[in-house]
């Protein structure tokens, strides 16, 4: 049966992860992997996170199955900070939301459900993207192309969008394309477009008749979690069925809860209801049913007044103490002998910067220095802090 069955390549990221396990320098830095960690290097576990789960244990309650899409105050939850609690479009029922096994979930469900009502249309993903884009709408059926989007000739050299090659692109899809955007946060790269240039995509993807689809896992680590979340209701103002998937992932380090989600907008709520009954079934035939204990995490604080608010500043507190790394990775680049002006990585935003470093340099930054980042350039900056920065800045000056 299997001796036909091909070795498949190994993730390039979780293959970072264990070629760093394995790595004996003491001085060695994982800036490969996009997850946060705190100044003392650790992965946080949120105080609000950590206070809905002492109110559950308190009070514990069986474990029945949930509905199929999920837990509904959860699901509320996650239709106010998408759209607005008081948006129309939320309080007309023309958005479906459901839970999602992480944002991923989000994405999966969203493209099985399309690939039924549009089985011959294409995927766009931006040129680069989550590496697990392609291989996700490609699982599902889909032909996934790309449109431009980061530009390393950009800027005299230092990199930055090519948004021009970005609205061609758009403009030249087929009508029913379905494009994959960032909502922020661009990953790999760090750079999103402007309020501006989002208005001109939206334009295109109207006058195209383009399906947007808008992976929000960085809500709240670029400007805060509205001004994050108004892209989305640039979409709704203009009056596009849209999808959108949401991740906690990172948003509350909840990394191994798997809790996310996925919102359909709907032109009514009549037609939303049966989009719904459609996304359940995508749910039925894939896992039947989401899991309870992230979903209940994230569904207590955000609807407990307090706790949301304590989850508002600990999450500033992330995309705050991200910011500073930025700049302090700037700053000690300069002062251990960086000629390059390296400041476009403070107007980068989110967890990641496309540093302009070449695969070879990459490499030997890993090989001599223990310091471990992708072979495309892409570091995290939000594993950078007090302790290691310097030995950080050293190490690219000196491969640099
Ligand atoms: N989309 C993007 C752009 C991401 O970076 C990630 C996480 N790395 C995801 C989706 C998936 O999120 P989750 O881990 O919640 O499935």
Not at 81 to 104: E, H, M, N, P, Y
Not at 292 to 300: E, L, M
Not at 325 to 342: F, I, P, S, W
């Amino acid at each position: 049966l299997f001796t036909a069955v091909e070795m498949a390549p190994r993730d390039p990221i979780l293959g970072l992860n264990e070629q760093f396990a394995a790595d004996t320098n003491p001085n060695k830095v994982n800036l490969g992997v996009g997850v946060y960690f705190d100044d003392n290097g650790k992965l946080p576990l949120l105080q609000c996170v950590q206070a809905a789960e002492k109110a559950m244990m308190d009070k514990p309650t069986a474990r029945g199955y949930l509905p199929i899409d999920g837990i509904a105050a959860y699901d509320a939850a996650v239709k106010g900070l998408v759209f607005g609690a008081d948006s129309d479009v939320v309080k007309s029922g023309r958005v479906a939301t459901v839970q999602a096994i992480g944002g991923t979930g989000g994405l999966k469900i969203g493209a099985d459900f399309l690939k039924k009502i549009s089985p011959d249309a294409k995927v766009l993903i931006s040129d680069p993207s989550w590496e697990n884009h392609r291989a996700l709408f490609t699982n599902a059926g889909f032909t996934v192309e790309t449109y431009p989007y980061f530009d390393q000739s950009a800027n005299g050299g230092l990199g930055g969008i090519n948004f021009d090659g970005m609205l061609a692109a758009l403009n030249a899809a087929a009508p029913g394309t379905i494009v994959l955007l960032h909502a922020c946060c661009h990953n790999p790269t760090g750079y999103d477009i402007t309020p501006a240039q989002w208005d001109q995509v939206i334009a295109v993807v109207q006058a195209r008749n383009l399906t947007a689809f808008l992976d929000m896992a960085y809500q709240g680590f670029g400007y805060g979690i509205a001004e994050d979340g108004a892209v989305i209701g640039k979409f709704v103002a203009a009056g596009l069925n849209i999808f959108v998937s949401t991740s906690f992932s990172k948003s509350f380090s909840l990394y191994g809860e798997r809790v996310g989600a996925l919102s359909v907008v709907g032109s009514s709520k009549e037609e939303t209801d049966r989009v719904l009954s459609q996304l359940k079934i995508a749910i039925r035939t894939n896992y039947s049913n989401p899991p309870t204990h992230g979903g209940a995490i994230v569904a207590a604080v955000l609807n407990n007044p307090e706790l949301r608010a304590l989850w508002e500043q600990e999450l500033g507190e992330m995309r705050v103490r991200i910011k500073a790394m930025r700049q302090k990775l700037v700053d000690g680049l300069k002062a251990a002998g960086v000629a390059k002006d390296m400041s476009f990585i403070t107007t980068q935003i989110g967890m990641f910067s496309y540093s302009g470093l070449s695969k070879d340099q990459m490499v030997r930054l890993r090989s001599e220095f223990g310091v471990y980042g992708t072979d495309t350039g892409r570091m995290c900056v939000a594993a950078l802090n007090s302790k290691n920065i310097d030995y950080v800045c050293q190490a690219i000056a000196k491969v640099i």
